[in-house]
């Protein structure tokens, strides 16, 4: 049997009652346009939206037969950074375009064993756990960013 087409985000607060099927993501999953994802309960749907987008836990595709699929964030590797100063630290991190989450009192990273060096190096603290990765959106919307220019008029400058 075919998977049932899914063409309707809805964003978490835009959908209500229960739903018919969760589908477990993890973050780089979570950022499709177009793609089969299968739900727990074995059924699958296949995800054909007009653009890319990052879907968040909570958020829910709509079948095109009205069936909502209720999207969770699964648990994967990643490392929580403290440290005596962590606004230094999230710099470093976000200097190297790495997607972080920003918590009160600590940073969340996908583990990279390089950038776990790195911070280790500048002073920080770090602990390896298992949970969901929500990284902070662009500055510029709803979710990540596809790219960035920092240039007028759409010119790229270099890092350096």
Sequence with gaps: MFPLPARTLLRQGQWQGPAQARAVLDYDDRFLRRK????QDGSSVLVDLPETV???AGD???TDDGRLIEIIAAQEPVVQVTGPNLARLAWHIGN???PCQVMADHL????DPV??????QLGATLRPVLAPFR???GAYGHGRTLGHDHGPHGFPHAHG
């Design 54 to 56: 990052s879907l968040e």
């Design 60 to 62: 829910a595709l709509r």
């Design 115 to 120: 950038l776990e060096t790195m911070l280790v």
């Design 96 to 98: 190297r375009h790495t």
């Design 108 to 111: 969340v990273i996908r583990r």
């Design 36 to 39: 089969r994802i299968d739900c």
């Design 135 to 137: 990284p902070e959106g």
